[in-house]
């Protein structure tokens, strides 16, 4: 089967950087577009930043300028660089794919949607 796993949160001043990384693994062979959802509490999830497979990005207005997605697909992993960070940033990071085709050894290739990661915290202090 297929897993995403977040990394790279956890706490940082206000005006900080971290990077978060999404690894996929399983038999993958193709991951379609990939993002970064966050949720702070009392708050809906909602997206920071998508890159497609062949590298396109968009960016909430909220982090344009100061996140930057990027992915290695040989590594099938997604990156969040981010930077300037503020209080209003703190949320738990969600990766996610729409799609990923993978090698199962009953079906041969699977064509599986929507995954997602437990997320990753971070917290931004002021």
Do not use: H
């Not at 959802?37 to 982090?63: F, M």
Request: aromatic letters at 8%; hydrophobic letters at 35%; a neutral charge.
């Amino acid at each position: 089967q297929v897993q995403l796993v977040e990394s790279g949160g956890g706490l940082v001043q206000t005006g900080g950087s971290l990077r978060l990384s999404c690894a996929a693994s399983g038999n993958i062979i193709r991951i379609g577009t990939m993002g970064w959802y966050r949720q702070a509490p009392g708050s809906q999830r909602e997206l920071v930043a998508a890159i497609t497979g062949s590298g396109s990005t968009n960016y909430a207005d909220s982090v344009k300028g100061r996140f930057t997605i990027s992915r290695v697909n040989a590594k099938n992993t997604m990156y969040l660089q981010m930077n300037s960070l503020k209080p209003e940033d703190t949320a738990v990071y969600y990766c996610n794919a729409d799609t990923i085709s993978f090698k199962d050894p009953e079906y041969d290739v699977v064509d599986g949607m929507d995954y997602w990661g437990k997320g990753t915290l971070v917290t931004v202090s002021s």
